[in-house]
């Protein structure tokens, strides 16, 4: 077993496989507990990943599949979310970023921008989360929902329409910068 | 190329993926519509704000992946099975919050406000909530007796039908045990079920208003509240609270809430 190749491969991509655990599971202690089981099961098979594709993507259909086989609960009903209240220090903004208001109304956009995606159904939240926030490619993204590309492309582009009049306040604060 | 054309093109057209005649198409439209290409600005704006809304994984995360990872190729090269992920310890956090959310299930039928206390630590020894998990636990392992005939009347005059503890054999559950529980002032009906491989499913059931934590949105009847990997399931009928939580399967444990909340 090649642990080195292994680690150097898929240890990059831990914060995208986290991150869209998180927008999957809903909680920090499943989306932990999802993105372990994701890079235990990635171990096992590290020997079909081929080298030079996509490492991430191959790593999120994994995590897509165990979601969906072993994490999805309660499909028909609604599930009760509760804010856990805490506060990532990880997401605090680096020092050379403008000034304390600024930091805290760029804050509370992300926030608002994490609630939104949360509201969206999950077909179309993790169309978000691999295409919009994590950088697949449409065709990448279909391969991991295993879904035509065109499927993916309709969920974007529905999911940014609804995002968009959800969003419309945060938007004007967008700098030119973060374009 | 109409704006409704090129409405319906803006994602694939952010995104780079429309075919080379569309894409010229729109380029040409935009350079002549001021409100499309504005429209193609929001898009890039919103895309921006998502690609922000990011979230890293914590340190705590890394730490906890990697040594799992790094004990799962030990084993592989000592020449040891694989371990099954779901068997696994869980971490450190995730273990905690699975007890506190355990005690949190018995507690909120006592109607203690629950989102509070979800995101405290452990409780120290001798709090009540200490006590609380101490006397489900204890009760669970040693399994709980049958009622009195009096004590079978009286729940059954408190709770009516929803008193009797409701058969499981078909999800490979046998009754372990029911009994009359004082949560809180509350007469509370609590029934126990294992399966064969020791899987523990604990029915609670008392007349009241369903905790508040526990209310799914308006007009919905069942609410699934999901703590870690865990879920306690609640619904509410004929003024009785139900709430459902177990060590077993979790698609086997939702399965039965629905057939019991169809039934109650």
Known sequence: M?????????????????DAALRLAGDQATAQDLTQETYLRALRSFGTFEPGSNCRAWLLRIQYNLFCTQYRRGRRMPL?????????????????????????????????????IAQLPEDFRMAVT?????????????TVMDVPRGTILSRLHRARRRLETMLLPELGRVQADDL | ?????????LTAFSLGELEPGERKLTRDHLAACDDCASRVLVDRQLTA????????????????????????????????????????APPRQARRRH????????????????????????????????????????????????????????????????????????????KDGWEGRDLAGHVAAVAEYRDAEGGRVTLMRWRGDLPRMARGPEGTELAAYRWGRHTSYWWHADGVVWCLVGTIDQDRLYQIAEHL????
């Not at chain 1, 926030?133 to 449409?138: D, E, K, P, R, S």
């Not at chain 2, 190329?1 to 093109?9: A, I, K, V, Y």
């Not at chain 2, 909340?261 to 109650?264: F, L, Q, V």
């Open chain 2, 49 to 88: 704000l998502l690609r922000a809304s990011a979230v890293p994984a914590p340190s705590e995360t890394f730490a906890a992946v990697l040594a799992a990872v790094r004990v799962e190729a030990a084993r592989d090269e000592a020449g040891l099975p694989a371990t099954s992920p779901r068997r696994q």
């Open chain 1, 80 to 116: 009760v979310w509760l804010d856990e209240g805490e506060t990532d220090p990880s997401l605090d903004l680096p020092s050379h970023e403008p000034g304390p208001e600024e930091q805290t109304v760029r804050e509370l956009d992300r926030e608002a921008v994490r609630r939104a």
């Open chain 1, 130 to 142: 691999l295409v919009d926030i994590n950088g697949l490619t449409c065709a990448e993204a279909a």
């Open chain 2, 261 to 264: 909340g169809g039934e109650s």
């Open chain 1, 2 to 18: 090649d642990l080195e190749g292994f680690e150097a491969a898929t240890v990059p991509h831990m914060n995208a496989l986290y």
């Open chain 2, 1 to 9: 190329m109409t704006c409704e054309d090129f409405r319906l093109r």
């Open chain 2, 99 to 174: 007890w506190v959310a355990l005690a949190a299930a018995l507690l909120a039928a006592a109607a203690v406000v629950a989102s509070a206390l979800l995101v405290v630590p452990a409780p120290d020894p001798g709090s009540p909530l200490s006590a609380a998990w101490s006397s489900y636990h204890s009760e669970g392992k040693n399994g709980l007796g049958t009622p009195s005939k009096a004590e079978a009347e009286r729940l059954f005059a408190v709770l009516g039908p929803a008193s009797r503890t409701p058969d499981l054999s078909a999800y490979g559950l046998r």
